[in-house]
C-alpha cells in the first residue's frame, strides 16, 4: 500500500484478555517502530525492528508486552492479561534504514480496556 | 540515554502571527533533529527536519533552527493559519535506532 497500515483501528476488550494488534509497513522499509500514545501524551517508544530482528526490547513496559516480525514486512504486538493502563493509541512507523530517517506513522490503533 | 524536553506545552497565537516552540536535547551525539505535527484524532506527519551539518532550514511559512553548541533546535511558522492548530512533536536521534520525542506543543492559531 501506499502508506503504513494498522489494523485494527479500534479495539474494545475486557481486562485479562489478550489483543493483537497488526502493522503492514510501507514496502520497501526495513526499519519498523512500535509506540505508545497515552491521552493528550507524547509518543512513548516501545521497541524497534531492522529486519526481522529486534536489538532493543527495553521499551517494552512489561513481559506482557511481544512483539514480532517475520518475512521483514508485517509486524504484530501482543498485550497478555492486558491491564486498564494498557488503553492508549498504539501508533506504529517505518523508515527506509534505521539511523536518521523520517518516519511515517500509520494511523494507529486505539485500544480500550474495560 | 538521550532526552529531549519542548516548551511550550501549549501556545496560543492570533491568525497571521509568528509561533516559535523549542527544544533542548542532552545527546551531544544527536545528529537528526525532526518535527512532527499531530492533528486532532490523525497520525503524526513529519513536516520538516534538520542534521547537524546545517542551522537553518526553511520550507515556505515553517522553518528549523539548530544551536548544536547550546543543544537546542527551534521550529517557527509564521503567517499562522487556523490549519496550523494542531500538536508539534520535536525529537532527535543520534544515528542509532532510537528516536526520542519532546512531549509535545498543543497549539491554538485564533481566527
Known amino acids: 500500500g501506499a502508506g503504513v497500515s494498522q489494523s485494527p483501528s479500534n479495539k474494545v476488550t475486557e481486562k485479562g484478555k489478550d489483543v493483537e494488534l497488526r502493522c503492514d509497513p510501507i514496502?520497501?522499509?526495513?526499519?519498523l517502530y512500535w509506540y505508545r500514545q497515552s491521552l493528550g501524551q507524547g509518543l512513548e517508544f516501545l521497541i524497534y525492528?531492522?529486519?526481522?530482528?529486534?536489538?532493543?526490547k527495553s521499551g517494552l513496559p512489561s513481559d506482557r508486552f511481544s512483539a514480532e516480525r517475520t518475512g521483514g514486512s508485517v509486524s504484530t504486538l501482543t498485550i497478555q492479561r492486558t491491564q486498564q493502563e494498557d488503553s492508549a493509541v498504539y501508533l506504529c512507523a517505518s523508515s527506509l534504514e534505521y539511523s536518521n530517517q523520517p518516519q511515517h506513522f500509520g494511523d494507529g490503533t486505539r485500544l480500550s480496556i474495560l | 540515554g538521550e532526552n529531549v524536553e519542548q516548551h511550550p506545552s501549549t501556545l496560543s497565537v492570533q491568525e497571521g502571527d509568528s509561533a516559535v516552540i523549542k527544544c533542548t536535547y542532552s545527546?551531544?551525539?544527536?545528529?537528526?533533529f525532526p518535527w512532527y505535527k499531530q492533528e486532532l484524532g490523525k497520525r503524526p506527519q513529519l513536516i520538516i527536519d534538520i542534521r547537524s551539518n546545517v542551522g537553518e532550514k526553511k520550507d515556505q511559512r515553517i522553518a528549523v533552527t539548530l544551536n548544536k553548541t547550546a543543544k537546542h533546535f527551534s521550529l517557527h511558522i509564521t503567517e499562522t493559519q487556523p490549519e496550523d492548530s494542531a500538536v508539534y512533536f520535536c525529537?532527535?536521534?543520534?544515528?542509532?535506532?532510537?528516536?526520542?520525542f519532546g512531549a509535545g506543543t498543543r497549539l491554538f492559531v485564533k481566527a
Open positions: 545527546d551531544s551525539a544527536s545528529n537528526y
Open positions: 514496502s520497501g522499509h526495513t526499519a
Open positions: 525492528f531492522q529486519g526481522n530482528s529486534a536489538p532493543d
Open positions: 525529537a532527535a536521534n543520534t544515528g542509532g535506532f532510537k528516536t526520542i
